[in-house]
């Protein structure tokens, strides 16, 4: 056993079941491939991240990504919304059940999405909450295709928390708005429910476009008092 592997904090709360694009900012995320996350309640800690992991974050995110942290933004637990086929998810359900098997035994290595710490999750007990493939096909089929996009509000973009009370974005499969779902942080929240994978790809960008016009609009153009 390597030191590394000696110092491993051992989990046993993880969670693998969908939830509701809102909760990602109260999630804190981990995963052994890059096929599936695991998740319990915490405050992720927002971050900009290094570059090396741009290439982990989903392909109509990263732009937009990279914008919000040259700007001096952090982005939270976020999700471009897809369309995958049943091809994909026979994949990942094979996959989830072999990682069930190791969290039940040995356990299962993890790492953070955000500080890449290295943990082991291990439960005796644990099972999937989906009773076959069918089941877990019909429900991420059915849940997969909204995105979303949190990024932190800092004191200092109190003037950006005030425009987006004012006056949220609103297009035909996209909104942006002002959220506070934990420790009083308020969170610009981007949903996005595109029709087909071309349709995503076009929202993402006029949604992009919006968020750099709104992180670079003077502060003296900002009029309108912040929510208490």
Known sequence: ??????????????????????????????????????????????????????DLIDEHLREPCLM???????????????????????????????ENEQIRGSGLVLHNSETNE???????????????????LEELTRTQVGGYLGVELRREHRHIARELSRSPYQENAATIGLERPAEGVWIAAVYVDPLNPEHGASTWKKAGGYLRRLVHLPERHMVVSAPA
Not at 14 to 36: C, H, K, M, N, P
């Open 68 to 98: 919000l942290h040259k700007a001096g933004f952090a982005t939270l637990p976020s999700c471009e919304g897809h369309f995958h086929g049943r091809s994909y998810f026979a994949e990942v359900w094979q996959t989830l059940q072999w």
């Open 118 to 136: 290295l943990v082991r999750f291990a439960d005796s007990a644990y099972e999937l909450p989906w009773p076959n493939f069918a089941g877990f």
């Open 1 to 54: 056993m390597s030191p590394r592997q000696f110092r491993m904090r051992t989990v046993c709360d993880l969670e693998v079941g969908l939830i509701d694009r809102a909760e990602f900012a109260r999630r804190q995320w981990y995963s052994a491939t890059d096929l599936w996350y695991y998740h319990r309640p915490g405050r992720p800690s927002a971050r900009r991240l290094r570059s090396g992991f741009y």
